[in-house]
């Protein structure tokens, strides 16, 4: 399993720096991990980082697991539908 960590300034500043992680990690065929530990939000542009990523795993049939989600980012999650109810996000 591969783990990527998000510091507090993941967003739309570096978020090409970001694509380009994640995008490299996707497609080494992997499940991921996304640790949200130091994030204390999520803008738009990580929200749709994190939508494409998740269905490109799926479609892989490999997971895209969280942890350390905050309440407010784990409310955004849901909210965007990047999490169901039923998944888990510690």
């Given at each position: ?12 500043r ?15 065929g ?18 749709q ?13 490999k ?10 980012v784990?409310?955004?999650m ?13």
């Amino acid at each position: 399993m591969i783990e990527i960590r998000l510091d507090k300034s993941a967003g739309i500043r570096n978020i090409s720096l970001l694509y380009e992680e994640m995008k490299k990690k996707v497609q080494r065929g992997e499940d991921i991990r996304i640790d949200f530990s130091e994030l204390e939000s999520l803008d738009l542009s990580m929200i749709q980082l994190l939508i494409s990523a998740r269905k490109s795993l799926r479609l892989s049939g490999k997971k895209m697991l969280f942890s350390n989600v905050s309440e407010v980012v784990k409310n955004q999650m849901k909210m965007t539908g990047i999490i169901r109810q039923e998944d888990r996000a510690q």
